[in-house]
């Protein structure tokens, strides 16, 4: 099976701290996502990727950026974290072509205080 | 932009069909129609994907009408595992710089009861 693995389940951080989120996957796919899912606004995508250092902007990339040096790995960072960054953090690989969909991580909850 | 819509909850009993449409009328001729699984504290997980007519797996079906303009996802037989979220997706997943347009519904918790 397809992994994906986030490297935190949850996060504890402070308004205006640098956040990393690690992502990894091992099944070889181009494709690589990260989404934020919160409550009433289901999920929504900040960036994606579909080759190494290679990105493109999602729907909410205000506050982030990306990197991906290396195929099997997308990294989220959250410049400054703020307070409104509060939420859970989704990974997800895939084929170029979208077979079977998505795989996702099992999300990283992050609190910002 | 397709725009997807899907019923807030729905409940059933152990043992019945539970079927759940999605609702995309502005549906593209590139876009697939894929559903997804969510559990509490997990990634949504992948339960089939169609373009057109009927698709069956081993563990649901997917009924796309000819207008393409709704699906339903048909869960045969549930049971109190399958109480989770079930979120439909829209959109043209072969070209790659057309995932920004993939439209997210925003769930149906469902609950299956003894």
């Known amino acids: 099976d397809v992994k994906v693995t986030q490297s935190s389940r949850y996060l504890v951080k402070r308004t205006g701290e640098k956040v990393f989120l690690e992502c990894v996957q091992d099944m070889d796919h181009e494709n690589m996502f990260w989404y934020r899912q919160d409550p009433g606004l289901g999920l929504r995508l900040i960036y994606f990727s579909y080759d190494v250092k290679m990105k493109e902007k999602g729907d909410i990339p205000e506050g982030y950026s990306v990197s991906r040096e290396k195929k099997e790995r997308f990294s989220l960072i959250l410049e400054s974290a703020s307070t409104n960054q509060t939420s859970m953090y989704l990974c997800a690989s895939s084929l170029q072509q979208g077979a079977n969909g998505y795989t996702f991580g099992s999300g990283t909850r992050l609190t910002v205080v | 932009l397709a725009k997807t819509t899907q019923p807030i909850s729905m409940d059933s009993y152990e043992g019945q069909e539970v079927n759940i449409t999605c609702s995309h009328n502005n549906i593209a001729t590139n876009d697939y129609i894929t559903w997804y699984q969510q559990f509490p504290s997990q990634g949504p997980r992948f339960i089939i994907q169609?373009?057109?007519?009927?698709v069956t797996n081993e563990v649901a079906s997917l009924f796309i009408p000819a207008d393409r303009k709704s699906s339903t996802l048909s869960l045969p037989r549930v049971s109190l595992s399958d109480t989770a979220v079930y979120y439909c997706?829209?959109?043209?997943?072969?070209?790659?710089?057309?995932?920004?347009?993939?439209?997210w519904g925003l769930g149906t918790s469902l609950a299956v009861n003894p």
């Open positions: 169609g373009y057109k007519t009927k």
């Open positions: 997706l829209v959109g043209d997943l072969l070209n790659a710089g057309n995932n920004r347009k993939l439209i």
